[in-house]
């Protein structure tokens, strides 16, 4: 079983950066694939992020391509998401998950997610 502790939002203006962290708990956390996800109010949940447990593989969704980096630290049982550029439509509650699948390449779809976190929010004002 594993417990998942988002920190790290906040009201951040356009063009700025926020780094979000989970934090798991239990001996596992090393051989699970690692996801971040968002839900804007009004809209479904989204895949923002992926990690395979190694960290060796990354997958991002297209519209934070090349401005968010996830990271993880299995020594710490912490995955990371690094947002800079930020922008209005990225606000959202940001959601930490695990999921038990993927090996070498990172899984998108929420469903193969198994543990989620409580969420943290993230307003970017513009």
């Known amino acids: 079983q594993v417990q998942l502790v988002e920190s790290g939002g906040g009201l951040v203006q356009a063009g700025g950066s926020l780094r979000l962290s989970c934090a798991a708990s239990?001996?596992?956390?090393?051989?699970?694939?690692m996801g971040w996800f968002r839900q804007a109010p009004g809209k479904e949940r989204e895949f923002v992020a992926a990690?395979?447990?190694?960290?060796?593989?990354?997958i991002y969704a297209d519209s934070v391509k090349s401005r968010f980096t996830i990271s993880r630290d299995n020594a710490k049982n912490t995955v990371y998401l690094q947002m800079n550029s930020l922008k209005a439509e990225d606000t959202a509650v940001y959601y930490c998950?695990?999921?038990?699948?993927?090996?070498?390449?990172?899984?998108?779809?929420?469903?193969?997610?198994?543990?989620w976190g409580q969420g943290t929010q993230v307003t970017v004002s513009s």
């Open positions: 239990g001996r596992t956390f090393s051989s699970y694939t």
């Open positions: 990690i395979t447990y190694t960290g060796s593989s990354t």
């Open positions: 998950a695990a999921s038990p699948y993927g090996g070498g390449t990172p899984v998108v779809d929420d469903f193969e997610y198994h543990h």
